[in-house]
């Protein structure tokens, strides 16, 4: 079906899509016979991902039932480019507290730096707004229990963007384990590898400095832990973690500030040239004069405080045990994963990077322990994030799509995911196992919690 025919059969080019609080909580986009009432949308951080995925992918897929209102960065550049790119006329504000008064959005979407995403998730309710949030959803527990309280507080709610949810082949799995397959999982063993590509992007940017990041603990493996929680349907309990940073940041032979004024361009492996890229060159080297940011850090630098080799030891409160690795230096990117059930095993994998062969699918196996073992082929996903992306977009601004699997994710669940991390990170200080239940007013439940909101 074409996307106008889909649209079309889902009442939505007629323009009557209207977002109604049906009660503090369950919050939904739907039809409605009104005139046509567009969403009002406040975005906060014009970055990549704010201008892409959130910001001119649903100007171009949604311009009917939503309009953006307003745009904010800290970077004025940054936001006159975002502006011309994602397609909007809408009035730009360096100042947030202004765009939220002036323009009174009924979704703010906040696609900043980690770090910051709790102020604006806080505030934004508090100013009367719905909010769709990045992953992660905060990087310290302190800020995850500041965010449950303000939603208490306001009755407004906050959605996160776990797009890994949606991927076919991990809905697929998702399927088989709801469907008994493999009867009770046990344990899991899931590890995933980025590539001296994209692993290596992580030390050039922002995202090298735990104060903003929350370390690859937090900044990418919540997407892990997310995928976890929801595959085996329970809450985290007990985490151990270890790590060390080997191979970036201090340990490099040599150094620079940034790629464009290092002397060692020869002899590094990781020389990169932004100004290649055009886009890149229009939204982060253009705007470095408003805020001294360097899109190609060296990924050498000795201020790099987040590990670059990660393990850890999970236990879920329906007694599942996980053994978790990340290791952000491999010559391929993806991942390995592994159930074991009372019934048979489930093993999955993905190569996102240099891919070893040219087949066009991804494999699931599902073994069963007296029994034939079954090839299940997912067809590549033709969107961002191995086809999530537009999946995510689509459950949200497409009136009346259901959610079967249970993919949307509210505050809990963007708290149960960081706060493995952030469980980890605490762990390797003391050495000792740490209690999800000892860091915030979640209480671990063997049955995971589901409401569906936005
Ligand atoms: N779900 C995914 O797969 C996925 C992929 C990429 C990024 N992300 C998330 O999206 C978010 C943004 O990442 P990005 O790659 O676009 O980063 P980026 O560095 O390109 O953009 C961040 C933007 O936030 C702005 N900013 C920082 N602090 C601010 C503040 N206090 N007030 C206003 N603006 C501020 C910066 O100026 C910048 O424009 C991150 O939270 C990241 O984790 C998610």
Not at 32 to 43: E, G, I, T
Not at 314 to 330: C, E, F
Request: proline content about 4%; aromatic content about 12%.
């Amino acid at each position: 079906m074409s996307r106008r025919n889909f649209l079309a059969s889902t009442g939505v080019i007629a323009g009557t899509a209207l977002i109604k609080p049906k009660d503090l909580k369950a919050v939904t986009l739907e039809q409605s016979n009104a005139p046509a009432k567009k969403l009002k949308v406040a975005l906060i951080g014009t970055g990549s991902r704010g201008c892409g995925m959130w910001g001119r992918d649903l100007m171009k897929r949604y311009s009917e039932q939503l309009e953006f209102v307003g745009l904010c960065d800290i970077n004025q550049g940054r936001l006159a480019f975002a502006k011309e790119y994602i397609g909007t006329d809408c009035p730009s504000f360096t100042d947030f507290e202004k765009m939220m008064i002036e323009t009174k959005p009924e979704l703010l979407i906040v696609t900043t730096v980690d770090a910051t995403h709790h102020e604006f998730i806080i505030r934004g309710m508090e100013l009367g707004a719905n909010v769709l949030t990045e992953k992660p959803m905060t990087i310290d527990e302190q800020k995850v229990q500041a965010i449950i309280d303000a939603e208490k507080r306001t009755g407004k709610t906050c959605r996160i963007t776990f797009n890994y949810r949606y991927s076919p082949h991990r809905a697929k799995i998702w399927e088989l384990l709801q469907a008994n397959e493999i009867g009770e999982v046990t344990s899991v063993d899931f590890h995933w590898y980025l590539d001296t590509s994209h692993g290596a992007d992580y030390f050039r940017r922002w995202h090298r400095l735990t104060e903003k990041s929350g370390s690859l603990w937090v900044h990418k493996a919540s997407h892990h832990f997310d995928l976890l929680n929801w595959w085996i349907d329970s809450d985290p309990e007990t985490v151990y973690g270890l790590g060390a940073l080997e191979f970036y940041g201090k340990n490099g032979k040599f150094r620079a500030e940034n790629c464009r004024t290092c002397p060692h361009t020869k002899e590094c492996n990781f020389y990169w040239d932004v100004t290649k890229n055009d886009y890149y060159k229009k939204i982060y080297v253009n705007n470095e004069k408003y805020d001294g940011y360097l899109r190609d850090g060296c990924v050498f630098k000795n201020d790099a405080n987040i590990f670059d080799k990660m393990a850890a030891s999970i236990k879920y409160k329906n007694g599942v045990q996980v053994s978790y690795s990340l290791t952000a230096y491999s010559p391929y990117e993806g991942y390995r994963i592994a159930f074991n059930g009372t019934k048979g095993r489930i093993d999955a994998w993905i190569q996102e990077s240099r891919p070893v062969s040219d087949i066009n699918y991804d494999e699931i196996i599902l073994f069963k322990n007296f029994g034939k073992r079954e090839y299940i082929h997912i067809p590549h996903g033709t969107s961002g994030h191995g086809g999530g992306d537009a999946l995510l977009q689509d459950q949200i601004f497409v009136p009346n799509t259901p959610d079967p699997m249970k993919q949307c994710a509210g505050i809990r669940d963007g708290a149960l995911a960081c706060l493995v991390g952030i469980a980890a990170r605490k762990s390797i200080e003391s050495g000792q196992p740490v209690n999800i239940a000892d860091l915030t007013s979640i209480k671990p439940e063997k049955n995971k919690k589901y409401t569906r909101i936005l």
